[in-house]
Structures are given as structure tokens and as C-alpha cells.
Nanobody
């Protein structure tokens, strides 16, 4: 019913920047919260950042001051600007969305993940 397509991952040296994008499509009536989670090697999936329709944001302490999440409601797209990247930011980054579908069903949807590799 609802799909998330991510882009923007890749490899970068420490101190560099990357920008991730994620677009939601399908039977969306309202896209409430969008966010990014990440899973590093041998680690559990963890929150990176979320943003609601009113642009209220929430960040993990580990990314505060370096990452910026934003969204374009008209495009159902969320972005994650990642600056001052560190090797410990290496992870698969997953887009997440909490949506209300056109038949008024609440869904939590995950993207397929995009790999970010930061070398020292």
C-alpha cells in the first residue's frame, strides 16, 4: 500500500558530508512522522532522527549538532543532511514513516535501507 524509496548513501571520509533522501508513495492520506534509523555492524537498530508534520524534530544524542532532518510534505519526502561524519556513523540507514492510508489505516513503513560507510 505504501512504499519508501531511499537514496543518497555511499562512502565518505571522516569529516565529510552526505545527504539521504526518502520518498513515500502509495495510498497515503496523511504522512505523520518520518524519520531515519540506523544499524551499525554488530549493533541493534537505533533512532537517528525523526520529524513530524509540524517540523518538530528529535535527534539521538550521538548525532545532535551534526545531522539535520527536514521534510517536504508536498513531496512526502524526508531528508537527512549528515555533516562532520565519523567512522562510528557507518551503518545501514533506514527510512521510517508513520502514515494514515486512504482507508484510514495507520501503518508503520520501512525502507529497504541505504549503506553509509565512513572511513578514517
Amino acid at each position: 500500500q505504501v512504499q519508501l524509496v531511499e537514496s543518497g548513501g555511499g562512502s565518505v571520509q571522516a569529516g565529510g558530508s552526505l545527504r539521504l533522501s526518502c520518498t513515500a508513495s502509495g495510498r497515503i492520506y496523511r504522512n505523520d512522522v518520518m524519520g531515519w534509523y540506523r544499524q551499525g555492524p554488530g549493533k541493534q537498530r537505533e533512532l537517528a532522527a525523526t520529524i513530524n508534520r509540524g517540523d518538530r524534530t528529535n535527534y539521538a544524542d550521538s548525532v545532535k549538532g551534526r545531522f539535520t532532518i527536514s521534510r517536504d510534505n508536498a513531496k512526502n519526502t524526508v531528508y537527512l543532511q549528515m555533516n562532520s561524519l565519523k567512522p562510528e556513523d557507518t551503518a545501514v540507514y533506514y527510512c521510517n514513516a508513520l502514515v494514515l492510508t486512504t482507508d484510514l489505516t495507520r501503518l508503520e513503513v520501512w525502507g529497504q535501507g541505504t549503506l553509509v560507510t565512513v572511513s578514517s
